[in-house]
């Protein structure tokens, strides 16, 4: 950094007056795009719109000001911004950085305070008289556990360490007021969190066998029940979240880190950008493995509904690697970000999904009609089918369509329903014994409230009322909303509206048409890569001129 | 709403031409496109021109023509068959917290915002970010980007802080190119200039003071009161970086 330039006035004896008549605004735009330029010697104006527009264009695509030395340097070159100053920044890392913080605005991407695990798989740390002190100690704080355990709610283990029969058989000691209440004591495990350490958990908790047998003698595999005594958090303690160590938020950040990197490695790469709906590479991490390897089947239909089979191998990484990204390859049932988990557990619902999805990457909003929804004690609010109910119909004559592509997603969740597993209909899930069925429950029509809707009874929800248009979208499932955004231009012109408004920080109008259509045919002709987009829209008069552009071509 | 105004005030029409500290002049009001298309029109639309026939009822008084007051189109000059249709290019706006994360350490080697001025502290950016507008996309789902005063109140602070400790590290410094708010100390305007260009993007050529009067004259009066040039420095560069030209682009 030179910070001991010397500001010497610009030589200012030039303009002439067709360079007037063009309008000195013109002269950086012109020489930015390939065009005669006159920008060796300015005004002083020009020198600090030059000036300005470097800022603009830091700001807006690294992130931050400008360098001292490249404001020296537009001063020293008399207001002439070299092009590849522009294309360098165009092309720098901080210009993914800020691709990303699109990206985040787009999809909402933190979910961070969300559960995905509920309390019978969450570790917590015992309670101590106040003025005890010790190591912390571990043990799982739900009611179905340590009834179990200890035969008595909420109660934890003893701080002292734990004792074992002949046989191996945790011992405990009874409580001399309480009957009921036996209790174990600690040992010493190194958690998959950290396993650099060791630490103390209550021994029932700490329990690492594979399988166990449940009180009629059949054999059940730990990681999926929480009701049987012999079961534990397992090996390293890897089926269970520690509360302490916030492994829950570690993987839901990294969920949401994952999506973002999908993002980023296309807009790097200059891979088309249409691959943000259709691509299938995505990285996994430690965290991310780990859940998906021991935790995601633990919690079963009633939580968040994951399973580990996700449509591709998921590879084996220690979790406490949180910064080891391995690149996957998923199957065709997925579509880019739209099958992505941070994507799924965001927008919970396949209509939530499909909203988001219109937003997002259609540029549309759904909104009631015009006049407003009908009085609720409208007789035709009764009418079950969204898509012919007053009102709603407005909407959801798209919506439905839409949200029917994730009918194979879990709602609440993000695993992939598989016909095999998940036929559209069961018979068993439409009989009465059905309705108290979980898996049923979870992902089937079992509760009709109304007569047109019994025919769908024991159908997957995503099939209710589904015609066969619908049903043709749940088969192809989100793959197939984004083929078709892509190929009717639609995913191209909204790609195109958001890039330029972001930049030019205000709404498009009709006015814009034109400009709108230059840069979507710059965006297709380069293979829909996002940071050509980018770089068509900075070097453009609106962006160059920024508040002194001028409609009929200059600088006002 | 002052400040606010002030900041789009500027950054719309003023930020590319040096002008005096206090403030940007005033632009003439933009009046809304009258037409959403550009198609010219064959005569001028009697309800987007001012008549400049004074009405019979308010004497001198510009009105628009009606059909109560019929006038004939031959008597009014010439049109503008093109309409001037002025909008921005490119809108201005206020900086983002992230953009303020990364801009100030980089402006002045490294020092940030810390909670209890400490080195070490906690990052202010952080601790106040949804105070200050950035969406964590949980509670809030879109950044605000106003300038209120809660913003300004906390940008107030934020320069207080780094601004103080900028000047304090440069008086510690031996080699003065590598002082990051004053390397030009014994000659104020040159600083100014320095200053100008590197936290506003302004240039002020050598020998003018465009622009630089009211930081000059602040610095004098903050030296003359407080016999402390790095006290007057940290007064400068508050007022720069609390300025619109800093705060809006």
């Keep these: 950094m030179n910070t001991n330039m010397e500001h010497e006035e610009i030589d200012m004896k030039i303009p002439t007056d067709g360079r007037r008549a063009l309008g000195a605004a013109w002269i950086i735009p012109l020489a930015l795009l390939g065009m005669p330029a006159y920008a060796q010697v300015c005004e002083q104006d020009d020198l600090q719109e030059s000036l300005q527009y470097l800022r603009r264009l830091s700001l807006d695509l690294r992130g931050r000001v400008p360098d001292l030395a490249e404001l020296e340097s537009v001063v020293t070159n008399a207001g002439a911004i070299d092009p590849s100053i522009v294309r360098n920044i165009v092309r720098s890392d901080d210009s993914v950085a800020q691709a990303r913080a699109l990206h985040r605005d787009l999809l909402w991407a933190n979910i961070s305070d969300q559960r995905i695990a509920d309390n019978n798989w969450s570790l917590t740390t015992i309670r101590r008289p106040a003025g005890q002190t010790g190591d912390p100690v571990y043990f799982i704080n739900s009611g179905t556990r340590t009834r179990l355990f200890r035969g008595v709610v909420n109660a934890q283990c003893l701080d002292e360490p734990a004792r074992f029969d002949a046989s191996g058989r945790i011992l405990t000691t009874q409580d001399a007021t309480n009957a009921n209440l036996r209790q174990e004591g600690w040992v010493l495990v190194r958690p998959y969190w950290n396993p650099t350490v060791q630490v103390k958990v209550c021994a029932f908790d700490a329990q690492d066998e594979l399988q166990a047998l449940d009180t009629r003698n059949r054999s059940v595999e730990c990681q999926a029940t929480a009701s049987v005594v012999g079961c534990g958090c397992g090996p390293e303690l890897r089926w269970c979240q520690s509360a302490p160590d916030r492994t829950a938020v570690t993987i839901t950040t990294a969920l949401g880190e994952q999506m973002l990197r999908f993002m980023d490695k296309i807009v790097r790469e200059g891979q088309p950008y249409t691959r943000v709906l259709t691509g299938r590479e995505v990285e996994v991490n430690g965290p991310i493995s780990h859940y998906l390897r021991y935790q995601s089947s633990s919690n079963g239909l009633g939580f968040v509904f994951a399973t580990g089979d996700v449509n591709y191998t998921v590879p084996a990484i220690p979790f406490d690697q949180v910064n080891t990204w391995t690149s996957v390859q998923r199957d065709n049932s997925h579509a880019g970000v739209l099958t992505l988990p941070g994507y799924l557990l965001k927008f919970q619902s396949d209509r939530g999904r499909a909203n988001r999805f219109y937003n997002a990457f259609l540029c549309q909003n759904f909104q009631a009609p015009p006049g407003g929804l009908p009085a609720a004690d409208d007789p035709c609010n009764d009418e079950p089918d969204l898509t012919k109910r007053c009102g709603c119909k407005h909407c959801h004559l798209a919506v439905e369509p839409a949200a029917a592509y994730w009918g194979r997603w879990s709602e609440a969740g993000f695993a992939p329903l598989d016909a095999a597993t998940y036929p559209s209909f069961r018979a068993d899930c439409a009989t009465a014994a059905g309705a108290s069925n979980a898996t049923c429950r979870r992902l089937y029509f079992t509760d009709p409230g109304h007569p047109d809707e019994e025919q769908y009874r024991g159908w997957l929800r995503s099939y209710v009322f589904a015609d066969a248009a619908r049903q043709a979208n749940i088969d192809v499932g989100p793959r197939g909303i984004a083929q078709a955004a892509i190929d009717n231009g639609a995913f191209a012109s909204c790609v195109t509206k958001q890039t330029a408004e972001r930049l030019l920080a205000r709404e498009l109008t009709e006015d814009d048409a034109d400009m709108l259509a230059e840069l979507r045919a710059e965006l297709e002709s380069n293979n829909y890569d996002l940071r050509a987009l980018i770089e068509a829209v900075v070097t453009r008069p609106e962006y160059v001129a920024a508040g002194h552009f001028d409609v009929r071509g200059g600088a006002r | ?249």
């Design chain 2, 1 to 249: 709403m002052i400040r606010k105004l002030s900041v789009l005030a500027l950054a719309t029409s003023m930020a590319c031409v040096p002008g005096e500290f206090s403030g940007p002049e005033v632009p003439p009001p933009v009046s809304p496109s009258p037409s959403p298309t550009m198609t010219p029109s064959p005569s001028p639309s009697p309800t987007m021109t001012p008549s400049p026939s004074p009405s019979p009822s308010s004497p001198g008084e510009p009105t628009f023509d009606d059909h109560w007051n019929p006038q004939d189109p031959t008597e009014q000059g010439p049109g503008d068959l093109f309409p001037v249709i002025e909008r921005d290019g490119k809108a201005a706006r206020r900086l983002t917290v992230a953009q303020l994360r990364a801009s100030i350490p980089a402006l002045f080697g490294g020092l940030t915002w810390t909670n209890n001025n400490r080195p070490t502290g906690t990052v202010m950016f952080n601790s106040l970010s949804r105070t200050l507008g950035e969406a964590d996309y949980l509670g809030q789902t879109e950044e605000n980007r106003e300038p209120n005063p809660i913003f300004f109140k906390f940008m107030d602070d934020m320069a207080g802080q780094v601004c103080t400790n900028a000047v304090a590290a440069d008086t510690a410094r031996t080699v003065a190119s590598e002082r990051v708010v004053k390397p030009f100390a014994e000659d104020p305007d040159r600083n100014l200039r320095f200053l100008r260009l590197k936290l506003h993007g302004i240039h002020v050529p050598a020998g003018s003071t465009e622009g630089l009067t009211e930081l000059r004259k602040l610095y004098d009066d903050v030296l003359a009161d407080t016999r402390s040039a790095d006290q007057a420095w940290s007064a400068v560069c508050v007022a720069m970086l609390t300025a619109p030209e800093f705060m809006a682009y």
